[in-house]
């Protein structure tokens, strides 16, 4: 709370203001009564000028009862869109969608889907799945080259040939460009939607057991 001297009419007083530094309706009649106590009786203030302030007056309580209706009005349509944003959301339930990302979790049986996006085109790429621990469990080379985005189908195979289990695993792209130089890739993955879970944070789709932001998926289809 700051505290100033305003010179209005012949006398001077306070004026409180807000911790923003505004005044508010209340705040204003407060000023204008201390306006009419403090006036000088020898010199009593001008009709017209009092007329003016108190016009000012309702015109403060005015613009402050439309912002009251507006912030009410932008709270109403925010829950409208968050209910039917999460309406929506469950009708992506069984169906595949391509999300953003290295990390997924393998079911331990069948292939795995995944790729990445190249910026532009490569000379040689190759993927590499990790287990949890980090560790390679297979090399998959020569994939796609081409600037865009690059399918990769995993066998679920590591290089011995054996299954892998089941658990999370994540990929690891290495591209480069004729001259030898990195090109970074953007990883992703395919999985099917199995649930919806409205957080206090977002809604986030579940995606072979892990939560999957709705900014982090690229693709929706029929699976």
Do not use: H
């Not at 009786?41 to 000028?49: E, R, S």
């Not at 912030?71 to 109403?76: A, H, N, Y």
């Not at 066998?155 to 695993?169: E, I, K, R, S």
């Amino acid at each position: 709370m700051s505290t100033q001297v305003s010179n209005i009419g012949p006398t001077q007083f306070p004026a409180s203001t807000s911790s923003q530094g505004v005044l508010g309706k209340d705040d204003f009649l407060k000023l204008l009564v201390s306006q009419l106590q403090n006036q000088d009786p020898l010199n009593p203030m001008d009709g017209t000028q009092f007329a003016s302030q108190l016009a000012q007056f309702t015109s403060v309580e005015q613009l402050a009862n439309i912002n009251s209706t507006l912030q009410t009005s932008i709270s109403s349509s925010q829950l409208l869109n968050q209910s039917i944003s999460n309406a929506l959301s469950t009708t992506v339930i069984g169906k595949e969608v391509r999300a953003t990302g290295s990390t997924f979790n393998y079911a331990g049986t069948g292939s795995m889907k995944t790729g990445y996006t190249l910026p532009s085109a490569a000379a040689s790429a190759q993927v590499q799945v990790l287990d949890a621990r980090g560790n390679v469990v297979r090399t998959i080379t020569g994939t796609g080259v081409a600037a865009g985005d690059v399918d990769v189908q995993w066998d679920g195979l590591a290089d011995d040939g054996t299954q892998a289990a089941a658990g999370t695993y994540t990929i690891k792209v290495t591209a480069t460009d004729a001259k030898g130089a990195s090109i970074t890739a953007s990883p992703y993955f395919y999985g099917i939607v199995s649930g919806v879970r409205f957080k206090s944070t977002g809604t986030v789709f579940v995606v072979d057991g892990q939560e999957i932001n709705l900014s982090d998926i690229l693709e929706v289809s029929q699976g």
